[in-house]
């Protein structure tokens, strides 16, 4: 955005206020006809801001990736490896089970270099420190991968978001993976 003039600063600003209220409204698949509606603009001045759902997605959810990966960030000091992964694990599935739309949002992602700004790859960057750490310590079995851990989160948030209480069964069910890929010892 440096360069942008500052009435569209403004319009972006405004634009992806609405988009963050009606994607926790209408989640991931929230119309972007009507975030044009909502914020006094023609479709096109939406599209010229965000090309593509994934896009407006992207920068609805910025704020909460960056948490998770400065989460990941500070984990890497914690001494008991699986613990760390674990407490980032619980903090993405918190995220994904609480904030409508995110869990479609990564669902979206394809981690590579075409889509290096897209939600799962900033996270891959900063857990792959993490998950690397347990893998050596023997605390996670090898193989897996930080893309796998976040399509496991996905998937439980997508089938726990419709449940009476999303957030508990989504713990539960992490609890119920983790065990599976990190049995305690």
Same mark, same amino acid.
């Given at each position: 955005?440096?360069?942008?003039?500052?009435?569209?600063?403004?319009?972006?600003?405004?634009?992806?206020?609405?988009?963050?209220?009606?994607?926790?409204?209408?989640?991931?698949?929230?119309?972007?006809?009507?975030?044009?509606?909502?914020?006094?603009?023609?479709?096109?001045?939406?599209?010229?801001?965000?090309?593509?759902?994934?896009?407006?997605?992207?920068?609805?959810?910025?704020?909460?990736?960056?948490?998770?990966?400065?989460?990941?960030?500070?984990?890497?000091?914690?001494?008991?490896?699986?613990? *760390? @992964? /674990?407490?980032?694990?619980?903090?993405? !599935?918190?995220?994904? +089970?609480?904030?409508? &739309?995110? =869990?479609?949002? $990564?669902?979206?992602?394809?981690?590579?270099?075409?889509?290096?700004?897209?939600?799962?790859?900033?996270?891959?960057?900063?857990?792959?420190?993490?998950?690397?750490?347990?893998?050596?310590?023997?605390?996670?079995?090898?193989?897996?991968?930080?893309?796998?851990?976040? *399509? @496991? /989160?996905?998937?439980?948030?997508?089938? !726990?978001?419709?449940? +009476?209480?999303?957030? &508990?069964? =989504?713990?539960? $069910?992490?609890?119920?993976?983790?065990?599976?890929?990190?049995?305690?010892?």
């Amino acid at each position: 955005m440096p360069g942008q003039r500052a009435d569209a600063r403004r319009n972006y600003a405004h634009i992806l206020a609405v988009a963050v209220q009606e994607v926790a409204l209408h989640g991931a698949d929230a119309s972007l006809e009507q975030i044009a509606r909502i914020a006094g603009v023609g479709s096109a001045t939406v599209r010229r801001h965000f090309s593509t759902r994934r896009a407006l997605l992207d920068a609805v959810f910025q704020e909460r990736i960056e948490e998770l990966g400065a989460c990941a960030r500070r984990l890497s000091s914690v001494a008991d490896s699986r613990a *760390a @992964l /674990v407490e980032w694990l619980e903090a993405l !599935t918190a995220y994904a +089970a609480s904030a409508r &739309g995110m =869990a479609a949002a $990564l669902a979206l992602d394809e981690v590579g270099e075409e889509h290096v700004h897209a939600c799962s790859a900033k996270l891959v960057d900063s857990v792959d420190p993490l998950l690397e750490r347990a893998v050596r310590d023997g605390v996670v079995v090898a193989g897996v991968t930080t893309a796998d851990l976040i *399509a @496991l /989160v996905t998937g439980i948030a997508l089938a !726990t978001e419709h449940h +009476a209480d999303p957030l &508990g069964q =989504a713990e539960r $069910l992490l609890a119920l993976a983790v065990a599976g890929i990190s049995p305690l010892r």
